[in-house]
């Protein structure tokens, strides 16, 4: 057996002259040396690097600063800064330190994993930590599920997610503003019920009894179950106390709104999930920083890039939740690349690693989720005009690919314009209240009779012979688009254009008698996808060729791109005519998509190929574009909108039904201690940093370095994460519900919980004292959640018979907070 080793300490030989310490190195003695025994708590706050090889001048300007007052980063007490860890093997105690690694200073506090039971007893005492949010997770099912067939009607916007949802049944191709991936879980949830998605769900009407309605809501509500769970995981990887991740779990499970929201066929609790859990992984990330590449580290960083892809697969609004990330790893990296000890090709990995995981990584995922959609709509349906004529020819039920390829003169045909989220060339007989007062001209985004035109020669030529030759069309061939429904000629004229006021006006003028050499077009051939460039181009192709259409007096191209007309032209695109001669500019690009002609064969649907890629983008562009066209209508009123002043304080709730006697009502407005509690304490911990700052510049020592990394972690996220998902709104022209608030609540849930967890619960409080603090804010969410729960579970009866207790008055709609007996 190796004896125990003893330590002497000689002192310092006799007649030896003191020395300066500029004159020799200085380093730390090891933990067991009594002379650092005393001092070794202030040593290493002070000191974050060793002090080997340096002069006395170098160590001062090495030294970090701690504690308020310093970077403060997410990083902020990463795995270099810490204590050296000494291990001479028998080597004297000069030998050169290494750095240990060791937890971050901010989130979870890290335990050991315990060893493996040997017995059921041990196996139940070691995850009883477990059982809290085991508790909550049931009591969110009862309140998820509870009543929740108890309306059957098509509530709110079940009308439009429930219908997207029969599509993918049907697999009928349509188009929607959002992304894909919620509606393709609504579907599922169809196909899992046994519905066969022949259900129109139009608003208000009763559910047919062939409609598993309610099995369908259970599967929506179950992502709302499992934000409870979500919610206090997410408490304890961001290192709360146990009072805290309680008072979490307990504003999750009772906030009406999050409740009402859940219990419908809507996209909002699939985009709530996915916001949760990529919060949530984020933490888990940020925990394991102590020990990089490890598995735990990339299986992490993996599953948040991953969650980043499903968030914003579902919604765009997922992209803020993607910001938050994205700030989070600004912060992390900048403080890594500050860290002189880490060699470059670990910063190069830390960079990989993220461009990797969070950036390729979700897109991939966003891709893949259209890719989904793609694949599986693969016939045609109502969403066919907004996409590529060659990605429709591929569609089953289109007849594009068996029409005529070669256009001719006399061939009745549709215009489709090849900018992103173009639309077909479209007339009616309405006329412009504005210019020249002619029949309006406009592009289309749907299949209608009004978007068919007859291609014929010019006035002076001789009148079309539809037994004469036939005369295919070709480049630099001058002529009249006539409109088939009503016989106006395609016409341009200096008058401007009713929005874009540089470009001139294109009407619809004449009939097929009457006409003049405004009517007249040159046909000019930009390229071809099958037969190449425009030197190759014989003949004009339907689907295949891109041409622009120039007015031959006026000089200027048809152009079509993404302007809105004003509710008098239906909100649909404008058509106008560009004086600017930009080849380069897809706005001006138009194909042939629908031909009909008797006289010539039918086309071959193998001959065009649609890349995904393209189709990727331009889906994604029309998605863009009509998400813009959503802009409060300044000719209606609409009661159920909102603005985001009104949402912390809900100032405005959102009607999600009709209000009769005899209908189950429900109205979407929040639990008011949550919603208030949550916007009082993003104001109160603004005001407690700047305290905290001001405090430190006069050298008051409020909390240790690490209390202050974890109080500025914890947070940054919940600040950063409510700025992000809060402010955008008040820079968009959309229209805003309440309903876009929901995600940003959870960040205020978060901060209102950290606050009172920094004041009170991990305060040196008395514990009597924090189980009162405790009872009283559980009292008052689980109270507040009994008293407006019926807003959620339904209102039956006449209204007037649930006047309760007047809170506030909810502006313009004259709803009213009611207790409900």
């Keep these: 057996m190796r004896p125990p080793q003893v330590q002497i300490d000689f002192g310092t030989p006799p007649g030896t002259p003191l020395r300066t310490s500029s004159e020799f190195e200085e380093i730390p003695y090891p933990a067991t040396h009594p002379s650092y025994s005393k001092t070794s708590q202030n040593y290493k706050h002070e000191e974050s690097l060793p002090l080997h090889h340096m002069n006395e001048d170098t160590s001062t300007r090495r030294r970090v600063a701690r504690g308020p007052g310093s970077s403060g980063g997410f990083m902020s007490g990463d795995e270099h800064e810490s204590e050296m860890h000494y291990d001479d093997d028998g080597k004297d105690v000069y030998s050169k330190t290494r750095p240990a690694r060791s937890r971050v200073s901010s989130g979870r506090i890290h335990r050991p994993p315990p060893p493996p039971p040997t017995s059921i007893s041990e196996f139940i005492y070691q995850n009883l930590e477990h059982l809290p949010p085991v508790i909550y997770t049931l ?30 049944l049907k697999r009928e191709f349509y188009f929607d503003v959002h992304p894909p991936l919620g509606k393709m879980l609504v579907g599922l949830a169809g196909l899992l019920s046994g519905y066969n998605g022949h259900f129109e769900f139009k608003s208000g009407v009763e559910y047919d009894e062939n409609v598993p309605y309610v099995a369908m809501r259970v599967m929506m509500a179950t992502f709302g179950v499992a ?82 892809g499903c968030v914003t697969s579902v919604k765009w609004i997922g992209l803020f939740v993607t910001a938050v990330v994205g700030l989070y790893t600004i912060e992390d990296l900048w403080e890594k690349f500050g860290d002189l000890r880490m060699t470059n090709r670990d910063q190069i990995r830390h960079w990989a690693a993220r461009v990797l995981c969070l950036i390729i990584l979700p897109i991939l995922v966003y891709m893949l989720s259209f890719k989904l959609h793609f694949m599986i709509l693969n ?71 009004n978007n068919h035109w007859t291609v014929l020669p010019t006035w002076e030529a001789p009148e079309y012979n539809p037994n004469g030759e036939l005369q295919f069309l070709q480049d630099g061939d001058v002529i009249r688009l006539q409109h088939v429904p009503t016989t106006r000629n395609l016409h341009s004229h200096t008058v401007a254009a009713p929005v874009t006021k540089l470009n001139n006006e294109v009407s619809g003028y004449g009939n097929s008698t009457v006409g003049d050499f405004h009517d007249y077009w040159v046909v000019e051939v930009v390229d071809d996808i099958k037969q190449g460039t425009k030197e190759h181009v014989t003949r004009i192709h339907s689907l295949t060729t891109r041409l622009r259409f120039k007015h031959q007096a006026l000089g200027c191209y048809l152009y079509a791109a993404n302007a809105v007309l004003p509710q008098w032209g239906f909100k649909q695109l404008e ?45 994604n562009v029309a998605m863009m574009t009509s998400n813009n066209a959503l802009i409060p209508d300044p000719d209606m009123q609409d009661i159920l909108a909102s603005t985001p002043t009104d949402w912390p304080w809900l100032r405005l709730g959102l009607r999600m039904c009709g209000w009769g006697d005899n209908q189950t009502k429900y109205y979407l407005l929040g639990t008011p201690v949550i919603w208030w509690g949550g916007g009082a304490s993003l104001i109160v911990s603004a005001i407690a940093l700047a305290v905290y700052l001001l405090r430190h510049q006069r050298k008051y020592v409020d909390m240790t370095p690490q209390q202050w990394d974890h109080f500025l972690y914890v947070g940054k996220i919940a600040g950063y994460g409510w700025f992000l998902h809060y402010t955008p709104f008040f820079i968009m022209g959309r229209v805003t519900y ?58 039956d009866g006449p209204i007037n018979d649930h006047w309760g207790l007047l809170w506030r008055k909810v502006s313009r709609c004259l709803v009213y907070f009611r207790g409900l007996g």
């Design 139 to 168: 009591l969110s099912c009862w309140t998820r599920f509870h009543k929740i067939g108890h309306a059957n009607i098509v509530v709110w916007d079940e009308a439009h997610f429930g219908k997207f949802g029969s599509h993918y």
């Design 379 to 449: 016939h045609s349906g109502p969403g066919d005009s907004t996409m590529s004529s060659l990605f429709q020819a591929h569609l089953v039920g289109n007849d594009f690919g068996k029409n005529p390829r070669e256009i001719a003169f006399g061939s009745k045909i549709t215009l489709k314009g090849m900018g992103w989220g173009g639309g077909l060339l479209h007339s009616h007989v309405q006329t412009y209240p504005v210019g020249s007062g002619q029949q309006q001209i406009t592009c289309y985004h749907y299949k209608d009779d």
């Design 738 to 795: 309440l309903h876009h608030y929901l995600p940003t609540l959870y960040f205020s849930v978060l901060m209102l919980a950290h606050l009172l967890d920094h004041f009170i619960f991990s305060a040196r409080w008395k514990e009597s004292t924090k189980r009162v603090a405790f009872g009283i804010c559980a009292f008052l969410i689980v109270g507040n959640f009994w008293w407006f729960r019926g807003m959620a579970w339904g209102i």
């Design 575 to 619: 058509v106008s005519c560009t004086k600017e001669n930009n080849p380069e500019d897809m706005h001006t690009y138009w194909n042939v998509e629908s031909h009909w002609n008797d006289r010539l064969p039918s086309g071959d649907a193998k001959f065009y190929k649609s890349p995904f890629l393209r189709d990727f983008w331009h889906l």
């Design 227 to 308: 934000l409870v769970p979500l919610g206090w995981y997410t408490a304890i990887e961001l290192g709360m106390s146990s009072w805290s991740c309680h008072l979490v779990a307990l504003m999750v499970l009772c906030d009406v709104a999050w409740l009402c929201i859940s219990r419908f066929i809507l996209l909002d609790s699939m985009l709530l999930f996915f916001t949760f859990t990529t919060v949530f992984l984020l933490t888990k990330f940020h925990n394991q920083q102590y020990q990089p590449f490890s598995f735990d580290w990339w299986m992490w960083l993996a599953f948040t890039g991953i969650s980043i």
